[in-house]
């Protein structure tokens, strides 16, 4: 995973509440193999409306998402972080969201950032015509207009994205402590 | 720590502690993994990728169940039949190979066994109290529904699982969602966790895993326990816990995969210390009297759009938050529904008897109570039954329940996710209207354009034989067996 220490650039000013995993990517994208190309299927259903903002030339290939509340709701797909991911969203901006999504969005160096529904609304209305600053190192989301919002992350999350770690590789190096744990389970609960 | 009084999920947690981390983060140790086709190729192209293996094959059971056409399986001769579905069959064909190359337990799709991967994990007793149980689906929290603390994850941590048998996690809040007294006549399960859902919202139990408590929660068999701690993640709760008591050892008692003889006793001298302690504190309490829970359905977009089948369309106007407002407008456009108009006005095309929800064998009893000796109406132009498993199907056949189905105009079908979400071929056309005993009324996910109202098993079969979303109470007589 590469490490992210800054989102920077336009962002779809977007705003829906309780956008659940179906919307960001139907089931019938999930048919795959692969991690890849999932990005042409991301908000399918939305991008039926002529209207719609991902195909608006103002906020193509925006790296930053701004939703409402619950965002990544629904079923755990991690396809939904992975379309994002291939539609070059690097951080998602939201008053809450799901928590099956906020860890599948940092495996996949996604930031989702997390801010009271106050700011959220104010950064819509910037991130029509402005860009928007997320930073890793600051924990802020800034504007050109000298806003400066502050949003928290767990320590090891950020510590994953700021370095692009590999947790698989991190929690491999804990074999002792896992080994040991299983002995003494055998013990204690045998029937496990 | 042993003095203070802990809760059911505090005991899991605390005895799956592999290591503590200073940020308190926390390995936590997984007990048993489910695995179906979808969300694990994924993993195990990453494991190969990196040449590790998977540290317990033995605690990891794979089965496919989405993709899987609900139709026959066999021909005539006993010869399997292909799958039309190219990529289909390639994620199936993907989960034996890999499966194979791992050496995990895999139940082939025309095992006797197979079925939908949160049905068949109780139903094997691979399921068991005071577990960590994970699979890569969100509705794993179902499995809370014997004391498990069970949820669901993505394909990273599905690889995560594999390599490590572990987790890194931060330790959620507590929330008891409790229900007292007697539930009244047709009301289910099923209508008891969408009246809760209905009362904290699609995000209220965000961050959050909930314990379900009170008489009806005990009162409850473990199949209705199912159906509630299933929809945790509907109410935003990544996991839903109930105490397991002495009608789930009953339940689990003489399972092919739960513990017998010595090892029995043992477990079951464990699983008696598990229920949270007296005075044990939550972080959210939430209370609903059984007498305000009536037959229940959906009419908008989010399982929160939950009113009482006596009820009405709600007008978007009558929500103060403005937000809500503007998302029931747009549900209700999608939907094809007028404010005001009763819900049991609104003519259905489509009823879905199924999805890992509803399609144990007490769903279907209840459902072929209200079919037996009626007809599924003319307008109604498909009304599918998709039973849980192979075994649950055997059941229902061996009770009679297909005969009462199909002799009412319904399909009796093989086991699978079916039309819960649009994976296989079973779907509703867009624009239809389908009465369904799923989890999930989101857009699009029944088909594109289909729309979904969540109900029971015996609301669905009320409302097939109506042509209309139906009180089931006008169906089936109070004291009849059901
Ligand atoms: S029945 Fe539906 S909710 Fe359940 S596992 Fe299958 S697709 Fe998921």
Redesign the pocket.
Known sequence: MEAVTAVSGSAYPWGAKNVDTDVIIPAHWLKTISRQGMGRGAFETVRKDPANLFDDPRYAGSPILIAGDNFGCG?SREHAAWALGDMGVQAVIAPSFSDIFSGNAVKNGIVPVVLPQEAVDRLLEVAKDHPVTVDLETMTVTTPFQDRFVFELDPFRRDCLMRGLDEIGLTLARDTAISKYESAVEETRPWL | MASRPRTLYEKIWDDHVVERRDDGTCLIYIDRHLV?EVTSPQAFEGLRAAGRRVRRPDLTLAVP??NLPTTPRLDADGRRLPIADPESAQQLAALEANTAEFGIRYIDAVAPEQG???VVGPEQGFTLPGTTLVCG???TSAHGALGALAFGIGTSEVEHVLATQTLLLQQAKTMEVRVDGTLGFGVYAKDVVLAIIGRIGAAGGTGHVIEYTGDVIRAMSVEGRLTVS?MSIEGGARAGLIAPDETTYAYLRGRPMAPAGEVWDKALAWWRGLPSDPGARYDRTVTLAASDIAPSLTWGTSPEDVVAVTGRVPDPDSFADPAKREAARKSLDYMGLTPGTAMQDVAVEHIFI????N?RIEDLRAAAAVARGRHVASGVRQALVVPGSGLVKRQAEAEGLDRIFTEAGFEWREPG??M??A?NPDKVPPGERCAST???NFVGRQGPGARTHLVSPASAAAAAIAGRLADVRDYVKEGAEI
């Open positions: 079923s | 179906h169940d989405h939908i991967v949160h689906d969100s509705h299933n199924g999805s890992c929800t399609s996710c079916s819960c979400l994976m799923s989890n999930r």
